[in-house]
């Protein structure tokens, strides 16, 4: 696979949310494959251990830039960032910390820096590089998304909603690049034992977390076969019952589980076939 990588990809791939978890997965089996990377990430210490460890293994330059990805200016930051560059993969590995609560109980900001962070920062970074990529014939654009995209659910609205748009955005892409040679996918994670996750406050020990290189070697193997792929065959068979169920039952299963996760109490909802 190194080779398609290089050939397809190369010589460049940026990777937003690059400095941990599975963004900096992602950022190893790229350098592996002879990638040179860009990563963004908020938190410079972070992006300085992972440039370190990815260069003292493997002969690729890497840049790092500090950013953050709802800012108003995002657009012109990442200009600024990779003008200079042939950048034929964008991995857009960001919103994993969005911990839970209930929407009216939450500050409304919270839920305006989600949809900056999982919508529009997308779109930004889909549309500039994606133009590139189309024009020259090549490239691939994947989007990092959640299981709590495919059903609303209690405590974890706003990040659902806009887990969902990555989603539909990823397939609609997927539609118009693939004629020009680019790949699409939309990626979506379940539990995944990563910082951002356990930060979040998430008790993997009250559910399955997989392992953030298995998620990104699978969403690095699917990508050329898009639009969606959903990581882990655990994953797969619950995507599968939240997709066939009543939708009530779904959001009933997508709340009882996010609960479950974080240690909340899960809702009284009504059954599938309450009228």
């Given amino acids: 696979m190194s080779n398609t990588l290089l050939q397809q990809y190369g010589p460049w ?3 937003a949310g690059g400095s941990e978890g599975i963004g900096l997965s992602f950022a190893r089996l790229l350098a592996e494959a002879g990638l040179n990377l860009v990563l963004l990430a908020r938190r410079r210490e972070p992006l300085r251990d992972a440039r370190k460890q990815i260069c003292s293994e493997f002969p690729v330059e890497v840049r790092i830039h500090e950013m953050d990805l709802t800012a108003p ?3 012109t930051q990442l200009v600024k960032v990779t003008d200079d560059l042939d950048i034929g993969l964008l991995i857009y590995n960001a919103g994993a910390v969005h911990g839970t609560g209930l929407f009216l109980d939450d500050p409304l900001q919270r839920a305006r820096n989600l949809v ?3 919508c529009v920062g997308p779109a930004i970074f889909s549309h500039h590089l994606g133009n590139r990529m189309r024009q020259r014939g090549r490239g691939g654009i994947l989007l990092m998304s959640s299981l709590s995209g495919l059903t609303g659910g209690a405590y974890i609205a706003a990040y659902a909603a806009t887990k969902a748009f990555d989603i539909i955005f990823a397939e609609s892409l ?5 004629p020009a040679g680019v790949h699409v996918l939309g990626l979506i994670a379940g539990a995944t034992d ?3 996750m356990t930060a979040s406050g998430i008790d993997f020990e009250a559910g399955h977390a997989m392992d953030p290189t ?3 070697k699978e969403g690095l193997a699917r990508l050329p076969h898009g639009p969606v792929h959903v990581a882990g065959a ?3 068979l619950g995507a599968a019952i939240l997709r066939g169920e009543d939708r009530r039952q779904s959001v009933a299963l997508m709340s009882a589980g996010s609960a479950g ?3 909340l109490p899960v809702p009284d909802l009504p059954a599938a076939d309450a009228e």
């Fill in 13 to 15: 791939a940026l990777i």
């Fill in 73 to 75: 200016d995002l657009e």
């Fill in 116 to 118: 900056q962070l999982n």
């Fill in 174 to 178: 997927w539609a118009e690049l693939t």
């Fill in 194 to 196: 990563t910082p951002s």
């Fill in 214 to 216: 298995v998620v990104a």
């Fill in 234 to 236: 655990d994953n797969r």
């Fill in 261 to 263: 996760l974080y240690g």
